[in-house]
């Protein structure tokens, strides 16, 4: 049974979603302070967090910066402010995607469920052996899930990692955002473009020499992206 913990201020908002949690099989803890939750979410094994922004004490931008820098589980971040720019910010620091509130409480769920489903399939026992991807430089360890860079190992958050694997296995093929946001998060994009649009910023910024003139992620204006080779 997978465990999830919950942090948010609102008792009444993380109750409800603690019930229709538990109603799809999960097991659910809530805190509803920023440091309380950041110190269970560091001490103890969780297999999805779900963060709000706005919290006493530590807020959500802290809480998942903090948990990043040591967890590689889905962070899945929710806030009733609506502005781009903290959705940027919030995916910017590693979070796995972004819910503006109010939202269904089954959008949730269906959520949730996506990012345990793609997780445990891509760090399951059932990896190959030595998988590796090897591009001008770049090493992609799917295995260990760890990429080298001229030889030097740089650190990806999960999506970062799974969307730049993606990538190198199909190399010159130009994907939509749409497309894209499908394949990594398993779910239609809703006018989350912005998720992909920041992960690709991420990711150029630990591969490429100079992210203005990138020379392995390449943007084709109006249409999407395409990994050169």
Not at 196 to 223: F, L, M
Request: hydrophobic fraction near 40%; charge should be negative.
């Amino acid at each position: 049974m997978s465990r999830l913990l919950i942090i948010e201020d609102e008792a009444e908002i993380a109750d409800l979603e603690k019930d229709y949690l538990e109603m799809s099989g999960y097991e659910v803890e809530i805190e509803h302070a920023g440091d309380t939750g950041l110190t269970r979410a560091l001490s103890e094994k969780f297999d999805l967090i779900i963060l709000d922004l706005m919290l006493p004490g530590v807020d959500g931008f802290e809480v998942c910066k903090r948990i990043r820098e040591e967890k590689n589980i889905p962070i899945l971040m929710v806030s009733a402010k609506k502005d781009d720019i903290d959705k940027i910010r919030g995916l910017g620091l590693g979070a796995d995607d972004y819910m503006t509130k109010p939202f269904s409480p089954s959008e949730l769920v269906a959520r949730v469920k996506a990012h345990l489903t793609r997780y445990e399939r891509l760090v399951g026992s059932h990896a190959k052996e030595n998988d590796i991807v090897e591009i001008r430089g770049i090493r992609i360890d799917k295995t260990a899930r760890r990429v080298y860079i001229d030889g030097e190992e740089k650190t990806f958050t999960t999506k970062e990692f799974d969307l730049l694997t993606f990538l190198a296995e199909n190399p010159n093929h130009v994907y939509t955002k749409d497309e894209l946001f499908r394949e990594i998060w398993d779910m239609d994009s809703i006018g989350d473009i912005a998720t992909v649009t920041v992960h690709i910023k991420k990711i150029r910024e630990k591969i490429e020499y100079d992210t203005a003139n990138p020379q392995y992620i390449e943007t084709i204006w109006g249409v999407g992206y395409r990994f050169k080779v």
